[in-house]
């Protein structure tokens, strides 16, 4: 997810300490911020992390991707338009959109409310040979995100 907008750094409370951010151990993640969940049948859910919602600060709007797309690693794939900026949504895998969250088209604000869950942005076929082993673990990502 890259950051095209109004201001950039990340929200800090009042107090200025870190919020501790939430990173499911059962997911795998980039660099750039997006999550991916192996679902049974093979197929990838993906969205972006608490981190990265968390920077954004209120979401406005989606772009999602169009069912069929062919997407690669690193490349866009959705926009998640904020309050504060406009960043994009990279593919963390190679693979086809077979599915998209259109619950985001009128209630956006669940990328804030559930990053993991509700606020999923697409699901991606895998490409033939397509893996997961480039992205990180959970403790990377907050290694990535923390350090």
């Known amino acids: 997810m890259t950051d095209r907008g109004k201001e950039s750094g990340k929200r800090r409370p009042a107090s200025d300490t870190v919020l501790q951010m939430n990173t499911p151990e059962d997911l795998r993640y980039s660099a750039d911020h997006e999550w991916v969940r192996l679902e049974n049948d093979g197929r990838v859910r ?58 985001l088209v009128d209630a956006p604000e669940r990328v804030n409310e559930d990053p993991y869950g509700d606020g999923w942005i697409t699901l991606i076929e895998l490409a033939a040979d397509a893996t997961l082993d480039h992205l990180i673990s959970a403790a990377a990502y907050r290694e990535l995100t923390e350090g």
């Open 46 to 103: 993906v969205g972006i992390t608490d981190y990265a919602q968390d920077a954004l600060g209120d979401v406005v709007y989606v772009e999602l991707p169009e069912v069929g797309a062919v997407v690669t690693p690193g490349g866009p794939m959705s926009e998640v338009e904020s309050t504060k900026s406009v960043s994009d949504v990279y593919a963390p895998v190679a693979g086809t959109v077979v599915e998209i969250n259109t619950d």
